[in-house]
């Protein structure tokens, strides 16, 4: 398999996934320092403005560190793009993305040519987020450099296949980088992910219960408390399928197990108000059995590679 230069020395082979409101500058550089990928949406800076600010900081803070330790340098960041035409700001934030040459550019809701040649233009690399073989096969024919397949159990939008099916179908054609995400919370799934034929873990809900994300203290409890059984797979709360957590259905005053037809904007609440998805409705994948504690996510990190470490043990024992 074919993994770019600045993937290849990673202190364990896991991508941080970029979480809407919740990943954050302070997120990312921790995640990164602790020689994982870290990520954000472009959209989480609001206004479009702070896009550059951001930016500057993690480019900044990073280069301070590998000045500082030259021989455990930080893994390369990337940034989350909303490729659909409901993204007004696309153009501009490229542009800012541009001027920092993000490493990384992941890309969702659509794959377009243009982008993928802007991205490679600054020496960057694009990896777009697929939930099935058809989807795969149109970003790498548009020019993405690898994909993340998104299967059933992730968090947030998810797709439905297993993972084994997914991976199997992409890799009968494809040997590029590919990432896996659906209930990765352990380093025992990362281990599993790459041999199934996945390069890479895309983890995401293990990081909203850290210090750094920018998440209700509520939602993080949550999420500890969590076990695969409070996940929720509904269309209603974007019109697309996605995973959330059973408690924030509950506060928002719906019956999480009869949930409704129609649009959650038009529909009123026992809570009083409007709920929103992301900032009241709670994604969560489906691994979060695994998350007992709200830690650093250094530790976390840290965590997880202990655990891949001890997996690859014992694989090689048997």
């Known amino acids: 398999m074919s993994i770019p230069p600045l993937l290849s ?3 364990l ?4 996934s970029p979480l809407f409101i919740i990943s954050n500058p302070d997120l990312v550089i921790a995640q990164c320092k602790a020689g994982i990928v870290g990520s954000f949406p ?3 800076a609001r206004p ?5 600010e951001w930016l500057h900081r993690i480019t900044e803070e990073l280069a301070a560190h590998d000045r500082a330790h030259p021989d455990a340098p930080a893994a390369p960041f990337a940034v989350n793009q909303i490729v659909h035409k409901s993204n007004d700001r696309l153009e501009i934030d490229l542009a800012t993305c541009a001027k920092w040459k993000v490493p990384i550019t992941i890309t969702s809701l659509g794959a377009r040519e243009e982008l993928n040649q802007a991205v490679h233009g600054w020496g960057g690399i694009t ?9 795969a096969r149109k970003a790498i024919e548009k020019g993405a450099d690898g994909l993340i397949a998104v299967a059933a159990g992730a968090g947030g939008h998810a797709g439905r296949l297993s993972p084994f099916a997914l991976v199997q179908e992409i890799r009968a054609w494809f040997d590029g980088p590919l990432a896996l995400s659906g209930a990765i919370a352990s380093g025992d799934a990362v281990l599993a992910a790459q041999a199934m034929g996945a390069d890479f873990a895309y983890i995401g809900s293990a990081f909203i219960a850290t210090q750094e994300a920018n998440a209700d203290a509520r939602y993080k409890q949550a999420i500890v408390d969590g076990r695969a059984a409070d996940i929720v797979y509904s269309d209603l709360f974007t019109g697309v399928h996605g995973n959330y957590l059973r408690a924030s259905i509950v506060a928002a005053g719906l019956d999480p197990d ?8 038009t529909m009123s609440f026992a809570s009083g108000g409007a709920a929103k998805a992301w900032r009241d409705i709670w994604g969560s994948g489906q691994g979060i059995g695994a998350i ?4 650093p996510a250094a ?9 891949y470490r001890r997996a690859r043990e014992r694989l090689l024992a048997r």
């Open 258 to 265: 009869h949930l409704p037809q129609g649009d959650l904007k």
């Open 42 to 44: 472009a959209l989480n």
């Open 48 to 52: 479009a403005t702070l896009l550059d």
């Open 13 to 16: 082979p896991v991508i941080g």
């Open 292 to 295: 007992d504690d709200v830690v």
């Open 127 to 135: 990896l777009h987020d697929v939930i099935d073989d058809r989807f």
């Open 299 to 307: 530790e976390r990190v840290a965590r997880l590679a202990e655990e």
């Open 9 to 11: 020395h990673l202190r």
